[in-house]
Nanobody
């Protein structure tokens, strides 16, 4: 599985941004997730989508503001970020693992990673 993340940039607080994660390869049961990382800090869970159930999971810090729509025809997962805050500033990564894990929020559970994309939210 290869992942390609894109869409980061600079946005003012309260604004919106959409990240994309294109995935190659296929599986009948997998998880696609977004994580973010500040310099010198651990990578943190943001959101996940589980295939084939389409169930979604979100970190408390982004619930109600972020969603993870997808385009199956393009094998692409998005991270739609609304009402952005300065504390959302980070490098964002998409990640994938085959088969469900109850530790979906743990970056150590993921085998495949896209390159990071910087999101900067100015106050």
């Amino acid at each position: 599985v290869q992942l390609q993340a894109s869409g980061g940039g600079l946005v003012q607080a309260g604004g919106s941004l959409r990240l994309s994660c294109g995935a190659s390869g296929s599986s009948s049961d997998y998880i696609l997730s977004w994580f973010r990382q500040d310099p010198g800090k651990e990578r943190k869970f943001v959101a996940s989508v589980r295939w084939p159930t389409s169930r979604t999971y979100y970190a408390d810090s982004v619930k109600g503001r972020f969603t993870v729509p997808r385009d199956n025809s393009k094998n692409t997962l998005y991270l739609q970020m609304n009402s952005l805050k300065p504390e959302d500033t980070a490098v964002y990564y998409c990640a994938a693992r085959m088969h469900w894990s109850t530790d979906y929020y743990n970056p150590g559970q993921y085998y495949y990673w896209g390159q990071g994309t910087q999101v900067t939210v100015s106050s």
